[in-house]
């Protein structure tokens, strides 16, 4: 008989600094703000199928060029641009492949922002 594993979960926090100074990002003339919650999050998921999740989530990045979001698995990888404005060009690799090659976009929300599900959402009628 099989034993199936159980989903399990590890993960550390913290904060960087006590605040963030002002004039910085998007409010230049900012005064500075103090931080009440860990700004930097790093876990590792396992699911109940074996699969393993790593997760990494911080605002402590002045600028960085990891993706938003990748995915690998056995038959290849898969980058997804800024999921809060859905700019940038979708990526995925398999093994039959030399390199990243652009995903078109098929889902008709290129450039649409943050928010746009919320509109799809409004838009639907109830029941279908």
Excluded: W
Excluded at 76 to 87: E, K, Q
């Amino acid at each position: 008989m099989v034993q199936q594993e159980r989903a399990r979960c590890s993960f550390r926090s913290d904060v960087l600094a006590e605040e963030q100074p002002g004039g910085q990002g998007r409010q230049p003339g900012r005064e500075a703000v103090p931080i009440q919650v860990d700004t930097h999050v790093t876990g590792v998921l396992r699911h109940e199928s074996g699969v393993l999740s790593t997760l990494v989530m911080s605002f402590d990045c002045l600028a960085t060029t990891a993706a938003s979001l990748e995915v690998h698995g056995t038959p290849g990888s898969s980058v997804v641009p800024d999921p809060n404005a859905f700019v940038g060009d979708p990526l995925v690799r398999t093994d039959s492949d030399s390199e990243c090659r652009r995903l078109s976009v098929s889902a008709g929300y290129e450039k649409a922002g943050r928010g746009y599900s919320l509109a799809d959402l409004v838009g639907t009628r109830p029941g279908g």
